[in-house]
């Protein structure tokens, strides 16, 4: 399995990140290496980040780049942005983010907790981030694959997929990161 820190498919959000001065290029990489890892048997799970000044359009802009590649998709890990406190200077990084459009749930919070939940934009709250990460996800991940990639190394060895399924059929299904099959 690979761990694709790919962060988006939008060009305009991979430069707001600072992930690379050419985003064609980058994606175009970053699609040659899912279809190599597919075509060696090798499962790809893609990370995507929602950063500071995202919105619906690039949110498609990624679904649209991640579509291209779904044969190559085992699974996605989706989460908006938290900023968290560090040894570096916090206010020139949210002086940063909100620069982009963002602006802090609740302000102090990182100040008294240690991070801070961020509204992306003006059109995306923290909460609407929140539901485009789990729908994201889901679109691009079943709970067979979800289960297979936390098998690997998250979930303990003795959890079968009869016992995930109970717990998973026993969970509100809007907030699983996974589709399940209708039952």
């Known amino acids: 399995m690979i761990d694709l820190g790919l962060e988006s498919g939008s060009p305009t959000q991979l430069m707001a990140m600072g992930k690379t001065r050419n985003p064609e290029r980058y994606l175009k990489k970053a699609g040659e290496l899912l279809e190599a890892c597919h075509d060696a ?94 729908e994201l996800s889901r679109m691009f991940m079943s709970s067979r694959d979800y289960f297979d990639l936390k098998s690997f190394s998250y979930f303990p060895r003795s959890l079968s997929w009869e016992d995930f399924n109970r717990i998973a059929a026993a969970t509100a299904s809007d907030t699983l990161p996974f589709s399940r099959p209708a039952s």
């Open 41 to 134: 048997g090798v499962w790809a799970k893609v990370n995507i980040l929602l950063y500071a000044g995202e919105t619906r359009s690039s949110i498609e802009e990624t679904t649209l780049w991640l579509n291209h590649y779904r044969q190559c998709i085992k699974g996605l890990s989706v989460s908006p942005l938290i900023m968290y406190r560090s040894d570096a200077d916090p206010d020139q990084y949210l002086h940063e983010l909100l620069s982009l459009g963002a602006r802090p749930v609740e302000e102090g919070s990182l100040r008294r907790e240690g991070y801070g939940l961020m509204h992306l934009s003006k059109e995306m709250t923290h909460d609407d981030a929140v539901e485009a990460s789990l």
